[in-house]
T-cell receptor, first 117, second 110 residues
Framework: GAGVSQSPSNKVTEKGKDVELRCDPI?????LYWYRQSLGQGLEFLIY????????KSGLPSDRFSAERTGGSVSTLTIQRTQQEDSAVYLC???????????????FGPGTRLTVL | EDQVTQSPEALRLQEGESSSLNCSYT??????LFWYRQDPGKGPEFLFT???AGEEKEKERLKATLTKKESFLHITAPKPEDSATYLC???????????FGTGTKLQVIP
């Protein structure tokens, strides 16, 4: 079936503008994660959704970052008043529990490359 | 706080030259350790999940092993198409958060 999709693939914006990044998870996956990957860095956890609720927002770097998920499917990550340090690749992953219900094997989208000028 | 450290940061191999990548972790209550492959400009691609010490999994030229403190990704007779960044990640305790290492960038020279 279809994998995780993200849009846009690339976004160039000016400092101070707001941006919205979209993630379409694999159909039927209940969990959705957002990560940020800066050049040469590892994946930085931002937020996790189970269904439409976000029990773990601990990774959001500031109150300029917010995310929502509707209908247990599509998620949007919004960055307000963008700064140059927000430039990075934003990755979305979705998962469903293994049959043993132990861990969440995540499947990633291709990412959105955000450049703030 | 969960910590994942990968070594080396970069590895250059001749085609056919076998080697291993290391992932050391410090967590409380490991539930799963993951290996991913990431090609430039793409999202990580899932390779393996390991659940407990002593477990091993294989896929083509790759074999992942797990101890109580670290995991190894063994690459046997690598080919140029194995060139990528290999990421290790853990999920532990009662949390859904997955913590990633910074990866090992592998280059296989023909």
């Amino acid at each position: 079936g279809a994998g995780v999709s993200q849009s846009p693939s690339n976004k160039v914006t000016e400092k101070g503008k707001d941006v919205e990044l979209r993630c379409d998870p694999i159909s039927g996956h209940t969990a959705l994660y957002w990560y940020r990957q800066s050049l040469g860095q590892g994946l930085e956890f931002l937020i996790y959704f189970q269904g439409n609720s976000a029990p773990d927002k601990s990774g959001l770097p500031s109150d300029r970052f917010s995310a929502e998920r509707t209908g247990g499917s599509v998620s949007t990550l919004t960055i307000q008043r963008t700064q140059q340090e927000d430039s990075a690749v934003y990755l979305c992953a979705s998962s469903s529990r293994t049959s043993g219900g132990q861990v969440d094997t995540q499947y990633f989208g291709p990412g959105t490359r955000l450049t703030v000028l | 706080e969960d910590q994942v450290t990968q070594s080396p940061e970069a590895l250059r191999l001749q085609e056919g030259e076998s080697s291993s990548l290391n992932c050391s972790y410090t967590v409380s209550g490991l539930r799963g350790l993951f290996w991913y492959r990431q090609d430039p400009g793409k999202g990580p691609e899932f390779l393996f999940t390991l659940y407990s010490a002593g477990e091993e999994k294989e896929k083509e030229r790759l074999k992942a092993t797990l101890t109580k403190k670290e995991s190894f990704l063994h690459i046997t007779a690598p080919k140029p198409e194995d060139s990528a960044t290999y990421l290790c990640a853990v999920q532990a305790g009662g949390y859904q958060k997955v913590t990633f290492g910074t990866g090992t960038k592998l280059q296989v020279i023909p």
